[in-house]
């Protein structure tokens, strides 16, 4: 099976938590719940509204499966090319934005990478916290001129969160997020409100204007939802993302922001359970059989997210350094800085099985 994508409702695993429940403890859930907010970007901690947050806690530290077996290890290994590791891996879970692309372009060597990796028998299923479908996230890599020959199937955080709305149904919907996230409704029969006031639940893609707006615009209409209790489905837990060369804050910055003045917020995608669910459900059926967590390998450059889910579902993990933490993990030109990586790696507390700059055969 080539190209496969789930986007149905019902497809994927159910809510992460009902709405009125508690809210998680920070770190519940085996490090799953890890946000960094002053420590994974200077954009991040520079926006008043997240002033007074915690600074999250260290995930534990990552186990190795280069022999398809779990053993402990206490440094990350510095690998040249995906070909050093691969044989040990049945299934990868990879990344797409930095990792594959950068809004912009795919990187060099990435599919190459991923297709020499599926000849010798590898699955690859990409796994996304982008907020829309995974039909709808297709097309856009097929624009950036990714082969399909890369790639056996699509999980998105928009497939998760479209179990959640399916939930709510009956309710009227704020969208807050951009017009090019539409389609995570196709199909569900939605109720649209038009205001904020009149939301009964909002439902968080990003910001209206990436480019030029902050989590900082949107207080006032933060304080208007938690006024009246209104919960929020967050569809993507990115906090930022590098959209060719400049940052960019996503949905995740404005549901922490939501949830550091007490408001409901329901989050989907990684590093959250119910995405890698979907994830190994759709492998399974690609491949006729179940495929452990120790042969399964995520790919991604993202702490917070990549290596957090990693670690919360006990897998391999492959840090791309030269994604958005390119700066503070000693990425250097086409290579790395150990001293830099490994001062960044302990100042997370978390230590991946393989790190390389980019995702390279």
């Not at 599926?118 to 990409?126: A, E, K, M, N």
């Not at 997210?305 to 492959?318: H, K, M, N, R």
Request: net charge negative.
């Amino acid at each position: 099976m080539r190209g496969a994508a789930i986007s149905q409702p019902g497809c994927v695993s159910p809510l992460i938590r009902p709405f009125g429940a508690p809210s998680p403890a920070r770190g519940e859930g085996g490090g799953a719940l890890s946000c960094p907010f002053r420590r994974c970007h200077p954009l991040v901690s520079s926006q008043p509204v997240f002033q007074g947050l915690c600074e999250g806690l260290r995930p534990a530290t990552h186990r190795s499966f280069d022999q398809k077996g779990p053993a402990l290890v206490s440094s990350p290994r510095l690998i040249h090319g995906f070909r050093e590791i691969a044989s040990a891996y049945d299934l990868i879970f990879c990344d797409i934005w930095g990792v594959i692309h950068n809004g912009h372009r795919v990187f060099d060597g990435v599919a190459d990478a991923l297709i020499a990796y599926r000849r010798q028998g590898g699955t690859v299923v990409l796994v996304s916290n982008a907020p829309r479908p995974a039909q709808s996230v297709m097309p856009q890599l097929d624009r950036l001129g990714l082969p399909r020959e890369c790639w056996d199937a699509i999980v998105t955080s928009g497939d998760v969160t479209r179990a959640q709305i399916a939930a709510v149904a009956a309710k009227k919907v704020f969208h807050l997020g951009p017009d090019r996230d539409r389609p995570l409704y196709d199909g569900l029969g939605i109720r649209f409100a038009d205001t904020p006031e009149e939301a009964e639940v909002v439902v968080c893609t990003g910001l209206f204007d990436d480019t030029t707006e902050t989590p900082e615009t949107y207080r006032d209409m933060l304080a208007g939802f938690k006024a009246r209790d209104v919960p929020m489905i967050c569809a993507n837990p990115d906090l930022i993302v590098d959209r060719g060369g400049t940052i960019i804050y996503c949905a995740g910055a404005l549901a922490e922001a939501y949830r550091a003045i007490g408001g409901d917020v329901a989050i989907c995608g990684k590093p959250y359970k119910p995405i890698y669910d979907a994830a190994f459900e759709t492998a399974a059926s690609l491949r006729g059989k179940p495929t452990s967590s120790a042969q399964t390998l995520a790919i991604g450059d993202s702490v917070r997210t990549d290596l957090a889910g990693a670690t919360a579902i006990g897998c391999g993990a492959l840090f791309i350094s030269g994604g958005i933490h390119a700066l503070e993990a000693g990425h250097e030109g086409d290579g790395v800085d150990p001293e830099a990586l490994s001062a960044f790696l302990a100042d997370k507390g978390v230590i991946p099985d393989a790190v390389m700059p980019r995702l390279i055969w």
